[in-house]
């Protein structure tokens, strides 16, 4: 099982849609947990932290559930800004033991 | 704030030349790290270090060597380049090893 795993997409969602990502990871002993959004051709950016209580910002809902191992992302009101690839990384507590997944692609069409 | 910056943004070499990404971070973190990506792959760790003065090897340091110059800086080198060297590098940096990364715009470099 790869440490972490991500549905690679593409999902292609109409305007105004919800659309949830899921991310699962294998070793239960992770400390923390994010999402990045990815844009074609640019670097990763921090789109939110994953906290045990769970966090919401804006438009965007982060999850996580220890017990199943795995992390979500929900976007509500998709606009077609959120176009882009998602990322989830998890951190095993060291330098060398944080996972990037491969990304999950969203495509919001008009 | 300029974040993290990396230079060049594209380069071309022929195999075997040899040449240095650059990166510098302007936020006072402590840890800096360079990934590679390629299609179909997460990011992967090249070289990272913990802080000013330590570099330690990722998940794929072979053809590469890395120096920390000081807080802010942290190069990359390739000193014979080949192929399988054609990727998009990234630098990024973070407070510690559990906080979030902040990633430099790239670097797309292409060995032929």
């Known amino acids: 099982r790869k440490e972490v795993e991500q549905d690679p997409g593409p999902f292609n969602v109409p305007e105004g849609a919800t659309v949830a990502f899921n991310c699962t990871y294998s070793n239960s002993a992770s400390q923390s947990f994010f999402w990045y959004r990815q844009d074609c051709r640019k670097e990763p950016k921090l789109l939110m932290s994953?906290?045990?209580s769970g966090n919401e910002d804006g438009r965007f809902t982060a999850q996580l559930n220890r017990a199943s191992q795995y992390i979500s992302l929900l976007i509500r009101d998709s606009k077609l800004s959120d176009s882009a690839t998602y990322l989830c990384v998890v951190n095993m507590g060291g330098y060398q033991k944080v996972t990037f997944g491969i990304g999950t692609k969203l495509q919001v069409i008009p | 704030n300029a974040g993290v910056t990396q230079t060049p943004k594209f380069q071309v070499l022929k195999t075997g030349q040899s040449m240095t990404l650059q990166c510098a971070q302007d936020?006072?973190?402590?840890?800096m790290y360079w990934y590679r990506q390629d299609p179909g792959m997460g990011l992967r760790l090249i070289y990272y270090s913990a802080s000013e003065g330590t570099t330690d090897k990722g998940e794929v340091p072979n053809g590469y060597n890395v120096s920390r110059l000081n807080k802010r800086e942290f190069s990359l080198r390739l000193e014979s380049a080949a192929p399988s060297q054609t990727s998009v590098y990234f630098c990024a940096s973070s407070e510690q090893a559990v906080n979030e990364q902040f990633f430099g715009p790239g670097t797309r470099l292409t060995v032929l």
């Open positions: 936020m006072n973190h402590n840890s």
């Open positions: 994953v906290y045990s």
